[in-house]
């Protein structure tokens, strides 16, 4: 048989997701943020949801998220995605309603906006890169660059003592009462992408079920403004990013157990292996985080 | 309907309702408060959307996100607190979603007081957005007229997907007088929703609502459409009022509290045999150039009166465009001007007028 033939007769192994545009991306190569879109979508078809969800784009290199996902968006300002989410699902309680923001956007300009939403318990759903910094406007320091990390705007690496320390924001908005559902996952692997899935799935369940805000936290790489290659910027998301940023489950909803229970981060120190540490610096024009 | 005592804050509120809000965003502020307290009893009583926001920076975002929904909402707010929403209503106005904003202007810069104040002017009409972009903007003297113009805030911003803003100060939203409420509307069903709306991308393509272009040809063209809706605005929503400027000699131009002060100065000024008359601008954008253009070639001088150090004053002047004379009197800081200080005024113009004409 020919490989035309195959082509021709055989059932698709893999399908492309009604729920992503088929267009090319602008992404650069290695980077995360399309593997992250593409389980958003396959969820959303899954769940059956396509016509009845609304994403909200933030301001960082995800900002034309509209452009890969076929569902209704609409783009926040940057840091103010909870909040406009908020607006659309108080007045649309019968769609689904999803926020994707990077960690710029989520944990420094829009901190506000996210506690507050977690404490109101919106009825949201949040997919949140942290690829621990700013990607869009070409590798600042963000709030979650690991102490010690080379970025364009900590040059000798995150000084904890005039730079301050990253925020885990997992960890905090688990303690805030209005959460159902508060998870980490990694993209740095099959298997973590897998898990990672399953974690988007129930993120967005929960909304379906009205148990109040749900969010996943994805560790992503940035290879572009890492100055690391794809395969080393997964590998540092594994040696670095995942012992300060511990996986698992930190909220569930009540009465259900935890699919993974997270660790205790490592202490603070610098990255054994240094992301950023190739000089690097592409000039970016835009503004904001992942 | 009939005439109940209404203060201006809760007037304004419950027009918004009975013009068919669905949802209100708002963080609390004097002296405008008293709107977001009535929307919070009254909304959720009627199972529509009330939200006591973080900031006026999540406020003014509620509403965008709101707004792309397809339904009526609104936010009030004061002086210090519209600043916050400028990063907000600019993406608003870039995206051309309809939205309402109360402003119930008070005394500043900075923290300033909580007295009433016009000193927003500029930030309002001329725009703290950043971008080309205008609100239309309508400045009501009375609480009746606020309640009015609140109701057709909603219309005009949905009749051109743009911003609304009422623009008081803070005695209007304070004090409390006759009025009559509108009947309420019915709201319009979910599903007739705008045809730009975000509903979810139901057997039809996706919807998305952006003010991003990066191509600078693109963001052009699309300012241009932006631009083409503007002029339409400035040819067919012109509203002003006129009190006694049959035979007025000297006009008094002035909006909001300042005008109906000025009425009074100018019964004054006619009682000691100066034809005073009043020219209150309704809306300020779109301003009413073309009345005043006129004005200054039918009146011997203009006079503007202003609760700011001269704001709308260079509208004037611009418009007026040298034919007349136009003098100032303001008060600012949140000091009200006694219709005593506007007659003053209205008296040297008078003087001078006089001297002028007996020198010539």
């Given at each position: 048989m020919s490989v035309d033939t195959i082509a021709r007769t055989a059932a698709p192994v893999v399908s492309y997701p009604a729920s992503l545009a088929p267009v090319p991306t602008h992404y650069c190569p290695g980077?995360?943020?399309?593997?992250?879109?593409?389980?958003?979508?396959?969820?959303?078809?899954?769940l059956g949801e396509r016509e009845r969800t609304i994403g909200v784009a933030s301001v960082g290199c995800s900002?034309?998220?509209?452009?890969?996902?076929?569902?209704?968006?609409?783009?926040?300002?940057?840091?103010?995605?909870?909040?406009?989410?908020?607006?659309l699902k108080r007045v649309s309680p019968g769609k689904l309603v999803f926020t994707y923001q990077g960690d710029g956007d989520l944990a420094s300009i829009g901190a506000a906006e996210i506690l507050h939403a977690a404490a109101r318990g919106e009825n949201i759903t949040v997919i949140f890169i942290n690829n621990a910094i700013y990607g869009m406007t070409?590798?600042?320091?963000?709030?979650?660059?690991?102490?010690?990390?080379?970025?364009?705007?900590?040059?000798?690496?995150?000084?904890?003592?005039?730079?301050?320390?990253?925020?885990?924001?997992?960890?905090?908005?688990?303690?805030?009462?209005?959460?159902?559902?508060?998870?980490?996952?990694?993209?740095?692997?099959?298997?973590?992408?897998?898990?990672?899935?399953?974690?988007?799935?129930?993120?967005?369940?929960?909304?379906?079920?009205?148990?109040?805000?749900?969010?996943?936290?994805?560790?992503?790489?940035?290879?572009?403004?890492?100055?690391?290659?794809?395969?080393e910027a997964l590998d540092f998301i594994r040696d670095e990013m995942v012992p300060a940023y511990p996986l698992g489950d930190f909220k569930v909803p009540e009465g259900e157990?935890?699919?993974?229970?997270?660790?205790?981060?490592?202490?603070?120190?610098?990255?054994?292996?240094?992301?950023?540490?190739?000089?690097?610096?592409?000039?970016?024009?835009?503004r904001g985080g992942a | 309907m009939a005439l109940e005592l209404?203060?201006?804050?809760?007037?304004?509120?419950?027009?918004?309702?009975?013009?068919?809000?669905?949802?209100?965003?708002?963080?609390?502020?004097?002296?405008?408060?008293?709107?977001?307290?009535?929307?919070?009893?009254?909304?959720?009583?009627?199972?529509?959307?009330?939200?006591?926001?973080?900031?006026?920076?999540?406020?003014?975002?509620?509403?965008?996100?709101?707004?792309?929904?397809?339904?009526?909402?609104?936010?009030?707010?004061?002086?210090?607190?519209?600043?916050?929403?400028?990063?907000?209503?600019?993406?608003?106005?870039?995206?051309?979603?309809?939205?309402?904003?109360?402003?119930?202007?008070?005394?500043?810069?900075?923290?300033?007081?909580?007295?009433?104040?016009?000193?927003?002017?500029?930030?309002?009409?001329?725009?703290?957005?950043?971008?080309?972009?205008?609100?239309?903007?309508?400045?009501?003297?009375?609480?009746q007229e606020l309640i009015d113009l609140t109701v057709e805030a909603f219309d005009l911003a949905e009749r051109y997907r743009c911003i609304t803003v009422v623009l008081a100060d803070g005695s209007l939203g304070q004090m409390m007088e006759p009025a009559e409420l509108p009947a309420m509307r019915e709201l319009r069903p979910p599903g007739e929703r705008p045809a730009w709306a975000l509903t979810g991308a139901s057997g039809r393509e996706p919807h998305a609502i952006t003010s991003i272009y990066l191509d600078p040809e693109e963001?052009?063209?699309?300012?241009?459409?932006?631009?083409?809706?503007?002029?339409?605005?400035?040819?067919?929503?012109?509203?002003?009022?006129?009190?006694?400027?049959?035979?007025?000699?000297?006009?008094?131009?002035?909006?909001?509290?300042?005008?109906?002060?000025?009425?009074?100065?100018?019964?004054a000024a006619r009682s000691e045999g100066i034809r005073a008359g009043l020219v209150r601008p309704v809306t300020l954008y779109p301003f009413p150039e073309a009345r005043l253009r006129r004005l200054a070639d039918e009146v011997d001088a203009i006079l503007v009166v202003e609760m700011n150090a001269g704001q709308m004053l260079h509208d004037v002047r611009a418009a007026a465009a040298g034919h007349a004379p136009v003098a100032f009197f303001g008060r600012t800081g949140g000091v009200v001007p006694m219709p005593e200080e506007v007659l003053d005024a209205i008296r040297d113009v008078h003087v001078q007028l006089s001297t002028e004409e007996a020198v010539a």
């Open positions: 980077c995360t943020h399309g593997i992250a879109h593409r389980l958003v979508a396959e969820v959303i078809d899954e900002v034309f998220a509209y452009n890969y996902f076929a569902l209704d968006f609409a783009q926040a300002p940057h840091g103010r995605a909870p909040a406009l989410a908020t607006g070409g590798g600042q320091m963000a709030p979650t660059t690991l102490p010690g990390q080379r970025t364009t705007s900590s040059p000798l690496g995150r000084d904890v003592h005039t730079q301050g320390y990253p925020l885990r924001m997992s960890e905090l908005l688990a303690q805030v009462d209005g959460t159902a559902y508060v998870a980490r996952r990694s993209l740095h692997d099959v298997v973590n992408i897998r898990r990672a899935k399953k974690a988007i799935r129930k993120a967005f369940e929960v909304q379906q079920q009205g148990l109040g805000f749900a969010m996943v936290e994805l560790l992503s790489s940035c290879p572009t403004n890492w100055g690391l290659e794809a395969q157990a935890p699919a993974a229970r997270p660790g205790a981060p490592a202490a603070h120190g610098a990255p054994a292996r240094d992301a950023g540490g190739r000089g690097k610096a592409r000039g970016g024009a835009g | 209404l203060k201006g804050n809760v007037a304004f509120a419950e027009a918004a309702i009975r013009a068919g809000c669905e949802a209100y965003f708002g963080y609390p502020i004097t002296p405008q408060t008293e709107a977001l307290e009535h929307m919070a009893r009254r909304l959720p009583e009627l199972g529509r959307a009330f939200v006591q926001a973080e900031s006026e920076v999540a406020a003014i975002n509620m509403v965008y996100g709101a707004a792309t929904a397809g339904v009526r909402v609104m936010t009030s707010s004061s002086s210090p607190g519209v600043s916050l929403m400028m990063e907000g209503l600019s993406y608003i106005a870039g995206s051309r979603v309809p939205v309402v904003l109360v402003d119930i202007m008070r005394g500043g810069p900075g923290l300033g007081n909580i007295a009433p104040a016009q000193s927003d002017y500029n930030q309002i009409v001329k725009g703290g957005l950043h971008g080309d972009a205008r609100m239309i903007v309508l400045a009501p003297a009375t609480v963001e052009e063209a699309y300012n241009q459409r932006l631009q083409a809706s503007y002029r339409h605005i400035e040819r067919t929503e012109v509203r002003f009022e006129e009190h006694r400027m049959e035979d007025a000699r000297i006009a008094v131009v002035a909006f909001g509290t300042a005008g109906r002060l000025s009425v009074t100065a100018i019964e």
